[in-house]
T-cell receptor
Framework: KAGVTQTPRYLIKTRGQQVTLSCSPI?????VSWYQQTPGQGLQFLFE???????NKGNFPGRFSGRQFSNSRSEMNVSTLELGDSALYLC????????????FGPGTRLTVT | LAKTTQPISMDSYEGQEVNITCSHN???????ITWYQQFPSQGPRFIIQ???TKVTNEVASLFIPADRKSSTLSLPRVSLSDTAVYYC??????????????FGTGTLLAVQP
């Protein structure tokens, strides 16, 4: 069974631009969560989706948004990029809603210049 | 969600057994203990999960005392490839309320030849 895939793997953007990251969960998984990882703040929860509905949102500004499609694939968007948005963005998928085993993708490394 | 405390770093040599202890004094009755492993620039990977006593799988053992206020991840005969950050998390895996995982700072395990 294929794992969680994230595209693109690497991205360089300029301040003020916007970016869209994509996550394809493991087949059959209906939950997708997003995390931001930086050296200073560690792994921080962004939001989670289940059956196309956002169920929970972390403490990030409104520039960070996401959505989930009917095939469970998810996208996150960051508008008006700031230098501090440079990070590794990870998505995780799971069958349902629980804090049990989740499967993480390889991440998208975003660099904002 | 219960807060966890782990050593920031540990050193070991190849072939040794490594024990990483996590403190979670405020663990709730329904909370389980889960450990993840993360290599640089990759997503975390589930290692093991347990509720009480001892759990063992092909890569690690998890020891949880009766009061459940701490847990110990045991890695037998580590190799250089076990050099990674190890995260201890606690949460209700059957509560169905959220997928949100709260990662602490983790323990950086450095294995030397």
């Amino acid at each position: 069974k294929a794992g969680v895939t994230q595209t693109p793997r690497y991205l360089i953007k300029t301040r003020g631009q916007q970016v869209t990251l994509s996550c394809s969960p493991i087949s059959g998984h209906r939950s997708v969560s997003w995390y931001q990882q930086t050296p200073g703040q560690g792994l921080q929860f962004l939001f989670e989706y289940f059956s196309e509905t956002q169920r929970n949102k972390g403490n990030f500004p409104g520039r960070f948004s996401g959505r989930q499609f009917s095939n469970s694939r998810s996208e996150m968007n960051v508008s008006t990029l700031e230098l501090g948005d440079s990070a590794l963005y990870l998505c995780a998928s799971s069958l349902g809603i629980s804090q049990g085993e989740q499967y993480f993708g390889p991440g998208t490394r975003l660099t904002v210049t | 969600l219960a807060k966890t405390t782990q050593p920031i770093s540990m050193d070991s040599y190849e072939g040794q057994e490594v024990n990483i202890t996590c403190s979670h004094n405020n663990i709730a009755t329904n909370d389980y203990i889960t450990w993840y492993q993360q290599f640089p620039s990759q997503g975390p990977r589930f290692i093991i999960q347990g509720y009480k006593t001892k759990v063992t799988n092909e890569v690690a053992s998890l020891f949880i005392p009766a009061d459940r206020k701490s847990s110990t991840l045991s890695l037998p005969r580590v190799s250089l490839s076990d050099t990674a950050v190890y995260y201890c998390l606690v949460g209700d895996i059957y509560g169905g309320a959220t997928n949100k995982l709260i990662f602490g700072t983790g323990t950086l395990l450095a294995v030397q030849p």
